[in-house]
């Protein structure tokens, strides 16, 4: 074999080579794209479960100390100092642009731009926490059949627990599409090749959402 030849075969291995980290690199990017999507979507279902979980406790369905409870619950989750938090610590720079004085610019002169948030982080131990409250709550608030009955036997119980209970399975489903997207992603980046070539270059590693969101027996799933 001749050195011109040996010199082709090791071009050609090269640009293989080249191609399938660009392959991975690409696939880990999507993934990484994938976990922030299903994050938001996660996000927007869990708010819309505390706020149903709100307007049934408005209602007047539940008995007067279920409905103070429910109600706290579902404002810890609906908090915006507490929502305000967490992103501040998930967008690099949010929190000096929100303790900065007013008139403070951004760094180009200009308004200040809030970049993409780190959506792969999971979310916080506060907010997590504060799900896991409300699921416990209306767990207890609803775990009788019989007042689970007699609220759906009126046309304002009946349309409320069908939202909560919609919501609350678009949320179960939200989280699973989420934790899924999480473990692809993290079985890439553990492979020999994303961690020798950096092919995740700076972005954390993906964590999983783990709350209690475990179904109140008395609600039915499909009312």
């Known amino acids: 074999m001749t050195w011109s030849e040996i010199a082709i075969i090791v071009v050609a291995v090269v640009l293989l080579a080249g191609w399938a980290l660009w392959v991975a690199a690409s696939r880990l990017d999507r993934l990484h794209r994938k976990v922030m999507a299903s994050r938001l979507a996660l996000d927007a279902q869990l708010e ?4 149903t979980a709100l307007d049934l406790a408005g209602a007047g ?4 100390a279920s409905s103070v409870l429910v109600a706290e619950a579902a404002y810890a989750v609906l908090d915006d100092d507490l929502r305000m938090r967490e992103v501040a610590a998930a967008v690099p720079g949010l929190a000096e642009l929100v ?28 907010r997590a926490m504060a799900e896991s409250d409300l699921s416990a709550t209306l767990r207890a608030a609803l775990e009788d059949p019989q ?16 939202a909560l209970a919609g919501a609350w399975y678009r949320a179960q489903i939200a989280r699973r599409f989420h934790n899924e997207a999480v473990a692809q992603t993290q ?10 070539f950096s092919l995740a270059g700076h972005a954390p590693m993906p964590v999983t959402v783990e709350l209690d969101d475990a179904w109140p027996p008395a609600l039915d799933r499909n009312p």
């Open 147 to 162: 007042e689970v009955a007699e609220i759906r036997a009126s046309p304002v119980g009946a349309e409320l627990l069908a």
């Open 99 to 126: 303790a900065a004085p007013e008139g403070v610019r951004g760094p180009d002169g200009g308004a200040p731009v809030v970049r993409a948030p780190r959506l792969l982080a999971g979310v916080g131990m506060q």
């Open 61 to 64: 369905e539940l008995d007067p």
């Open 187 to 196: 079985r890439l980046r553990r492979t020999w090749y994303a961690r020798v």
């Open 48 to 51: 819309r479960r505390a706020s």
